[in-house]
């Protein structure tokens, strides 16, 4: 099973502020996903990562960008936080071999 | 493109109450179908999996069986507790390169005792 955290788990901010939402795991996974839920709990791939400098936009447009300079990291940056971008953001490992997605705990993001 | 639908809720039920949540799909191909769960303040967790037609994915008392002829996977469970109280997702994976999930919007269920 994967270890995946993501900090901060709650986050309140005003708009306009740069947030980085982190994740990081540690089972050397090499496929890593950013998924927003909206409040009505559907989800939506927004970007993923094959590995290492590797990064790719999902189904859901999003003003957020990403990176992975290391493995065991893929954060996600918002530079100008908005009230729309309140939502709960879920990431997600998987081994390039497995079929299993594993998933963090989540960051609860509310912007004021 | 792939589409996961599943049957809105709230679903509602006393506790040792049979479960079933439906959930069919859209998908070119051979799609590996997954229940994930997610409990509340939680992250989602894998419940069960089925990778081909006619295998029938458990654990934890529920049960669901990869239906190709009506393209459906619903979820079982014959006596339901108040532990089980969460959002159940059905998703696909397309056999592809980027392993990624299709999912559908989620079932609030709620047990009482």
């Known amino acids: 099973e994967a270890d995946i955290y993501q900090t901060p788990r709650y986050l309140v901010i005003g708009t306009g502020k740069k947030i980085t939402l982190e994740c990081s795991q540690t089972m050397g996974h090499d496929k890593m996903y950013w998924y927003q839920q909206d409040p009505g709990m559907e989800l939506h791939l927004i970007h993923y990562s094959y590995g290492v400098n590797s990064t790719e936009k999902g189904d859901l447009s999003s003003e957020s960008t990403v990176s992975r300079i290391r493995t065991e990291h893929f954060p996600l940056t918002l530079e100008s936080a908005r009230p729309s971008h309140t939502s709960q953001y879920l990431c997600?490992?998987?081994?390039?071999?497995?079929?299993?997605?594993?998933f963090g705990p989540g960051t609860r993001l509310l912007v004021l | 493109g792939n589409s996961v639908t599943q049957m809105e809720g709230p679903v509602t039920l006393s506790e040792e109450a049979f479960l079933t949540i439906n959930c069919t799909y859209t998908a070119t191909g051979y799609p590996s179908l997954f229940w994930y769960v997610q409990y509340p303040g939680e992250g989602l967790q894998l419940l069960l999996k089925?990778?081909?037609?006619?295998d029938k994915g458990s654990n934890k008392g529920f049960e669901a069986t990869y239906r190709k002829e009506t393209t459906s996977f619903h979820l079982e469970k014959g006596s339901v507790q108040v532990s089980d109280s969460a959002v159940y997702f059905c998703a696909l994976r397309q056999n592809n390169a980027g392993n990624m999930l299709t999912f559908g919007g989620g079932t609030r269920l709620m047990v009482k005792p």
């Open positions: 997600a490992t998987l081994r390039g071999d497995q079929e299993t997605q594993y």
């Open positions: 089925a990778t081909k037609a006619d």
